[in-house]
């Protein structure tokens, strides 16, 4: 991975259509926990989707997302997979996605 020239970054920045986004969670989801459970994956993936498809005839075109890092951690597999699927469904719709992890509370030996 090469370091970019601050002028390839302005130059990729400027290309950039104006940000207009939002804090999302599926409309189906309790929580930041409950969006990622494999229980209920494949149903909020199609609310997911639908919700984006909406999003984005509206004319957004960024999102950003609260997660918990104790879910990377309890589950880091299925996680991982979940956090893939909703990138390909916001990239289907143009939509960037900014990923915040928080953290509840971990104890230190997880770490």
Known sequence: MEKWS??????????LPW??????????CLDKVEMWQEYNWEYVK???DEELKLAHKWGFNALKID???ELYIDQKESFLNHIEEF???ANKYNIYVMICYQILHIDKHLL
């Open 19 to 28: 940000i207009r986004g939002f804090c999302y969670y599926p409309s189906c």
């Open 67 to 69: 997660t918990l890092l």
């Open 87 to 89: 990138i390909t469904i």
């Open 6 to 15: 601050k002028e390839k970054v302005w130059n990729w920045y400027n290309s």
């Open 46 to 48: 199609k609310v997911i």
